[in-house]
Nanobody, 115 residues
């Protein structure tokens, strides 16, 4: 059974940092592209960025230079390091693994940026 579990969400002040983790089980994790998406209250889910199986990363424009995705295949975990957080980064963050036509989602973790 495939399971993706996000963790690390919290309440943080503007300008602060958080590191989210996405731990996978039940799949050959290293072969998957892992995406981070987010959904803010009242808004559509949006793509944040992804990391390929060989470690290449891509980000949406609004997070470039502030967010960093990395992976530790030995731990079956992908991380989303978020720095210089802004109010508009408040959202539920989801990880998503894709390989060919297969897609698996986590349940999400809440990030709230507030003073």
């Amino acid at each position: 059974q495939v399971q993706l579990v996000e963790s690390g969400g919290d309440l943080v002040r503007p300008g602060g940092s958080l590191r989210l983790a996405c731990a996978a089980s039940g799949i050959m994790f290293s072969a998957y592209v892992v995406h981070w998406d987010r959904q803010a209250p009242g808004k559509e889910r949006e793509w944040v960025g992804y990391i390929t199986s060989d470690g290449s990363t891509y980000y949406t424009e609004s997070v470039k230079g502030r967010f960093t995705i990395s992976r530790d295949n030995a731990k079956n975990t992908v991380y989303l390091q978020m720095d210089a957080l802004r109010f508009e980064d408040t959202a539920v963050y989801y990880c998503r693994c894709t390989r060919g036509g297969a897609v698996f989602w986590g349940q999400g973790t809440q990030v709230t940026v507030s003073s």
